[in-house]
C-alpha cells in the first residue's frame, strides 16, 4: 500500500512540475508578445483586404505581385478565407498559368530582363510557386503545365549560373522543391543543389554567414559609407525565407537539406547580433549609418523565418524567440499603420541607397507579402 501511495504522489509530482514548466512557458510568451494568435489573424485580415480592396488582380506574373501572392496564400492556408485563394487563382488565370510568355526556347533568357524573352530569369519564375500551390489545392494540369515546360526545359541545359543574385533564390528556389514534391523526380533536387552551390561560391560570406546582393557587391567592392562590408538587408531577407520555403518541401534526410539547415541556423545567429534595439534591421545591416531608420520587408521576411524556425525545432525558442518577437514588436506597431497599409518598405532596387526616403507612406506588394508571411508563422507558433 505504501508502495503505491508513494507512486501516486511522485505521479502527481511529476503533473505539477509538467504543469509549472508549461505555464512558466506561456507566462514567458506573454512577457514577449502582446498580441494572441486571434488578435494576429485579425491584423492578417485586416492588411490584406485593405490590400486587395486598392490593387485588382489584374497585373503581371513578375516577381513583385508574385512574392505578394506567396504571403496570401499563406494567409489563405491558415485562415481558409476563400476569397484570399480566389484572388490569386484570378491572378493565375490573368496571367495565363504564365511568367514570361514567349514559346521560343531559342530565344529564352535568364539575365535581367522584364520581357516575354527572360522565361528562364527567376524573377519570371516565382509566380510558379502560387501556381504550383493552387494546383495542390484543386489539381488541374493545366495550372502546372507551363511550370514544368520551364524548369525542365531549365534542367535540360548544361548551365549552372541561373541564380546569380541573391533574391533569386527566393524566387526560384521553391519552385523547384514543390515541383520535387509534386512530381518525386530527383532531378529536381540535383539541379536545385547545382545552382544553389554555385550562387553560394558566388556571393555567400563565410566570417558573417550572409549573402553580398551579387557579384558587384563581393568585398572590398561597394563597401559601406564606414567602410564595412555592405550587406542589403532584403537581399539576405529573401534569402532566408527561402530557406524556410524550401525545407518544407525537403526530405528530412536528404543531404542537401542537412546543408540548408546548417546555412539557416548560421544565418540566423548572424543575424541575431544585428538586430536593432527597435526590432528591425537597417537597410546595410552591419552599417546601421549607411542608411539609418527601420525598414520593413528585410525585418519581416527576417521574422517569417525566426518564427518558421522556431515552430519546426530548428532554432531554439529561448534563445531565438525575443529577436522574433522584438521583430514583430516593430512590424506591427511601427511598420503598420492606422489604415491597414504596411509602411516604410524600402522600393524596388538592389542595394541600401544612401539619402533614400523611407517612411511611413513607402509601401510596396512584396513587402505587403513579407508582412503576411510573417504574420501566418507568428500566428501558428502561438498556436
Given at each position: 500500500?505504501?508502495?503505491l501511495?508513494?507512486?501516486?504522489?511522485?505521479?502527481?509530482?511529476?503533473?505539477?512540475?509538467?504543469?509549472?514548466?508549461?505555464?512558466?512557458?506561456?507566462?514567458?510568451?506573454?512577457?514577449?508578445?502582446?498580441?494572441?494568435?486571434k488578435?494576429?489573424?485579425?491584423?492578417?485580415?485586416?492588411?490584406?483586404?485593405?490590400?486587395?480592396?486598392?490593387?485588382p488582380?489584374?497585373?503581371?506574373?513578375?516577381?513583385?505581385?508574385?512574392a505578394?501572392?506567396s504571403?496570401?496564400?499563406?494567409?489563405?492556408?491558415?485562415?481558409?478565407?476563400?476569397?484570399y485563394?480566389?484572388?490569386?487563382?484570378?491572378?493565375?488565370?490573368?496571367?495565363?498559368?504564365?511568367?514570361?510568355?514567349?514559346?521560343?526556347?531559342?530565344?529564352?533568357?535568364?539575365?535581367?530582363?522584364?520581357?516575354?524573352?527572360?522565361v528562364?530569369?527567376?524573377?519570371?519564375?516565382?509566380?510558379?510557386?502560387?501556381?504550383?500551390?493552387?494546383?495542390?489545392?484543386?489539381?488541374?494540369?493545366?495550372?502546372?503545365?507551363?511550370?514544368?515546360?520551364?524548369?525542365?526545359?531549365?534542367?535540360?541545359?548544361?548551365?549552372?549560373?541561373?541564380?546569380?543574385?541573391?533574391?533569386?533564390?527566393?524566387?526560384?528556389?521553391?519552385?523547384?522543391?514543390?515541383?520535387?514534391?509534386?512530381?518525386?523526380?530527383?532531378?529536381?533536387?540535383?539541379?536545385l543543389?547545382?545552382?544553389?552551390?554555385?550562387?553560394?561560391?558566388l556571393?555567400?560570406?563565410?566570417?558573417?554567414?550572409?549573402?553580398?546582393?551579387?557579384?558587384?557587391?563581393?568585398?572590398?567592392?561597394?563597401?559601406?559609407?564606414?567602410?564595412?562590408?555592405?550587406?542589403?538587408?532584403?537581399?539576405?531577407?529573401?534569402?532566408?525565407?527561402?530557406?524556410?520555403?524550401?525545407?518544407?518541401?525537403?526530405?528530412?534526410?536528404?543531404?542537401?537539406?542537412?546543408?540548408?539547415?546548417?546555412?539557416?541556423?548560421?544565418?540566423?545567429?548572424?543575424?541575431?547580433?544585428?538586430q536593432?534595439?527597435?526590432?528591425?534591421?537597417t537597410?546595410?545591416?552591419?552599417?546601421?549609418?549607411?542608411?539609418?531608420?527601420?525598414?520593413?520587408?528585410?525585418?519581416a521576411?527576417?521574422?517569417?523565418?525566426?518564427?518558421?524556425?522556431?515552430?519546426?525545432?530548428?532554432?531554439?525558442?529561448?534563445?531565438?524567440?525575443?529577436?522574433?518577437?522584438?521583430?514583430?514588436?516593430?512590424?506591427?506597431?511601427?511598420?503598420l499603420?492606422?489604415?491597414?497599409?504596411?509602411?516604410?518598405?524600402?522600393?524596388?532596387?538592389?542595394?541600401?541607397?544612401?539619402?533614400?526616403?523611407?517612411?511611413?507612406?513607402?509601401?510596396?506588394n512584396?513587402?505587403?507579402?513579407?508582412?503576411?508571411?510573417?504574420?501566418?508563422?507568428?500566428?501558428?507558433?502561438?498556436?
Amino acid at each position: 500500500m505504501k508502495t503505491l501511495q508513494l507512486t501516486k504522489s511522485l505521479f502527481l509530482i511529476f503533473i505539477f512540475s509538467l504543469s509549472f514548466i508549461s505555464l512558466s512557458s506561456c507566462k514567458a510568451k506573454n512577457s514577449l508578445l502582446s498580441d494572441s494568435k486571434k488578435e494576429v489573424i485579425n491584423i492578417i485580415h485586416k492588411v490584406n483586404q485593405h490590400w486587395q480592396a486598392g490593387h485588382p488582380y489584374t497585373v503581371r506574373a513578375f516577381w513583385d505581385n508574385a512574392a505578394y501572392h506567396s504571403g496570401n496564400m499563406e494567409a489563405y492556408f491558415l485562415t481558409g478565407k476563400e476569397a484570399y485563394r480566389e484572388y490569386s487563382e484570378k491572378w493565375a488565370e490573368h496571367n495565363e498559368w504564365m511568367g514570361a510568355k514567349s514559346v521560343d526556347k531559342s530565344r529564352w533568357r535568364y539575365h535581367y530582363g522584364e520581357n516575354d524573352l527572360y522565361v528562364l530569369f527567376g524573377d519570371w519564375q516565382t509566380c510558379f510557386q502560387t501556381y504550383i500551390d493552387l494546383y495542390n489545392i484543386e489539381p488541374k494540369e493545366h495550372k502546372i503545365d507551363r511550370a514544368k515546360e520551364v524548369m525542365y526545359y531549365q534542367m535540360s541545359t548544361e548551365n549552372k549560373d541561373y541564380w546569380w543574385w541573391a533574391d533569386g533564390l527566393y524566387m526560384a528556389m521553391p519552385v523547384m522543391t514543390k515541383l520535387y514534391k509534386l512530381t518525386a523526380d530527383e532531378g529536381f533536387l540535383e539541379k536545385l543543389q547545382e545552382y544553389y552551390q554555385f550562387a553560394e561560391e558566388l556571393m555567400y560570406d563565410e566570417e558573417y554567414a550572409l549573402f553580398y546582393r551579387d557579384a558587384k557587391y563581393v568585398y572590398p567592392k561597394e563597401p559601406t559609407i564606414n567602410g564595412k562590408k555592405n550587406f542589403w538587408s532584403r537581399g539576405n531577407g529573401w534569402v532566408f525565407a527561402a530557406y524556410a520555403k524550401v525545407m518544407q518541401d525537403l526530405p528530412e534526410d536528404n543531404a542537401f537539406r542537412k546543408t540548408i539547415e546548417q546555412r539557416f541556423v548560421a544565418m540566423a545567429a548572424s543575424l541575431k547580433k544585428i538586430q536593432q534595439e527597435d526590432g528591425y534591421w537597417t537597410r546595410s545591416l552591419l552599417d546601421s549609418e549607411h542608411a539609418p531608420g527601420p525598414e520593413t520587408s528585410g525585418t519581416a521576411f527576417f521574422t517569417y523565418a525566426y518564427f518558421w524556425g522556431i515552430n519546426n525545432g530548428l532554432l531554439d525558442e529561448k534563445e531565438y524567440l525575443p529577436t522574433a518577437a522584438k521583430a514583430w514588436s516593430y512590424l506591427s506597431k511601427t511598420a503598420l499603420q492606422d489604415d491597414n497599409s504596411i509602411g516604410y518598405v524600402q522600393p524596388i532596387g538592389e542595394r541600401a541607397i544612401p539619402g533614400q526616403t523611407v517612411n511611413a507612406k513607402s509601401t510596396a506588394n512584396f513587402g505587403v507579402g513579407a508582412f503576411l508571411l510573417a504574420a501566418c508563422e507568428l500566428a501558428r507558433y502561438l498556436d
